[in-house]
């Protein structure tokens, strides 16, 4: 557990920020008309500076990306005209060619014999894919009736439930010492038949709230998930074909999926500032439950059905980790509603901080049964 100099430093400038803010915020520090903007910079200066701390840190590393989309998130909502246009263009229109940048990557990062490998663990992936189509959506059914959410907004909370595993579970599943071949095969296979279940759960479960265009959202996921994966296929069976295909295109395309998550929850939060600002905390407390019920449920049908400790925590984690970005693109470009895109925002950097706790805690927690490649094997 080393902490360099660097993360030292950027840790103590991140306090002094934050107390700053605390001052300039509740006026016990004069500072004029331009209180709200030092408030503002001072915030999202030490979001930054807390995350660039955390890349130092091994024990806080796994969060340093949760803490890069809080910075995002902060700016967006100090600063939400900067996230909402660039002179004439709209940044939104972004989402999308975004959402299909981050399936490529993935796609560049599988190979046939990630979906091959279903045929040599059926078991564990049909158990897997269940839970994650029935737990999820009617999870989040239940929490936007219970919590009294109307319209757009209790249909985005329905639809982050309806979503597939999400990219980053084949991290955290690598960390937690899971099946990551199992993680990998599992995310590939939800996200395959997501086309089909993710419209058909939103007509169900969501239908009563707004109208849900089910070919329309069919279409969209196959142009915005499956065709992106297919091409990104391709190009890594080229890579590897010519001997091309190295670590440092994993890094690379890693790098871009974090960024481009980043902006893509920046732009939305701008887009539903005032709305989230009303109904942030009811989200923060759905985003919660939701997730540890993915956790726990994934985890109990897992173990209802005999499957070992290192598979167990595989599907807990492929269970509770969705695709809030395919979400996200799903809201603003399918369902024309922003407020719909509020829980996407909001749940996925939740589920990343909580993957990441699990996973550190399940990871000095090592199962006897756990394959002996798990440790060994990269997530892809």
């Known amino acids: 557990m080393k902490t360099n100099s660097f993360s030292v430093i950027c840790a103590v400038g991140s306090l002094f920020l934050f107390l700053a803010s605390i001052l300039s915020a509740t006026g016990w520090v004069d500072v004029g008309e331009v209180g709200l903007s030092l408030t503002g910079v001072t915030c999202v200066v030490a979001c930054g500076c807390l995350a660039l701390a955390s890349f130092g840190s091994t024990r806080f590393q796994g969060f340093a990306f949760s803490l890069w989309v809080g910075t995002f998130v902060v700016a967006a909502l100090f600063y939400p005209d900067r996230f909402q246009r660039v002179g004439d263009f709209e940044l ?87 099946n990551v071949a199992l993680s990998v095969t599992m995310t590939a296979c ?63 395309l890693s790098w871009l999926a974090m960024g481009a998550i980043c902006v893509i929850i920046a732009i939305i939060t701008s887009l539903s500032r005032d709305q989230l600002l009303s109904v942030g905390l009811a989200l923060v407390a759905a985003a919660i439950l939701h997730n540890g019920a993915g956790y726990v449920l994934g985890y109990g049908g897992a173990w209802v059905w005999g499957l070992d400790e290192s598979t167990r925590r595989t599907v807990a984690i492929e269970v509770g980790l969705q695709n809030g970005g395919m979400a996200s693109a799903l809201a603003v470009n399918t369902l024309q509603s922003a407020q719909a895109a509020m829980a996407p925002a909001i749940f996925g950097p939740w589920m990343n901080i909580s993957g990441s706790m699990l996973a550190s805690w399940w990871r000095v927690r090592p199962t006897e049964n756990a394959p002996a490649a798990t440790e060994q094997q990269q997530p892809a």
Request: charged share 10%.
């Open 190 to 252: 939800s996200t395959i038949v997501s086309p089909l279940l993710t419209p058909l759960l939103m007509k169900l479960l969501a239908g009563q709230y707004i109208a849900i265009p089910v070919v329309t959202m069919m279409l969209s996921i196959i142009k915005l998930i499956i065709l992106p994966i297919v091409a990104g296929l391709v190009a890594n069976w080229i890579l590897r074909h010519y001997r091309l295909r190295g670590p440092w295109l994993d890094r690379l």
């Open 92 to 178: 939104k229109t972004l989402i999308v060619p975004l959402i299909q940048i981050i399936m490529f990557g993935m796609g560049a990062m599988l190979s046939l014999a990630d979906f091959q490998r279903v045929l040599t663990m059926p078991r564990a992936v049909v158990i897997g894919l269940v839970l994650q189509f029935s737990v999820m959506p009617l999870v989040g059914a239940g929490l936007a009736w219970g919590f009294g959410f109307q319209g757009e907004v209790a249909a985005g909370v329905v639809l982050i439930g309806s979503c597939p595993g999400g990219v980053a579970s084949n991290v955290m599943a690598f960390l937690s010492r899971g």
